[in-house]
């Protein structure tokens, strides 16, 4: 997913793409440390994440399919 996101940077605000990356990365962090709980609650929350950055229009259609899948 990281790959992903670096892939879409420049159609981001620098604000939202660090705020995804930090997510994104806390996960590769806690998956690591086999921390299945946390990797779960840290995917819930990038979920929800997305799903607000769409609605408030600072992520595209394209790139919040993307991220999702």
């Known amino acids: 997913m990281l ?6 940077r420049d ?7 660090r705020f995804l990356q930090i997510h994104l990365t806390a996960v590769g962090h806690y998956e690591k440390q086999k921390k299945a709980e946390k990797v779960v609650k840290h995917m819930n929350s990038f979920t929800l994440l997305l799903d607000q950055h769409k609605e408030s229009g600072l992520i595209t259609e394209e790139v919040y399919n993307k991220l999702k899948s």
């Open 3 to 8: 790959d992903t996101l670096e892939y879409h």
């Open 11 to 17: 159609e981001l605000s620098a604000d939202t793409y």
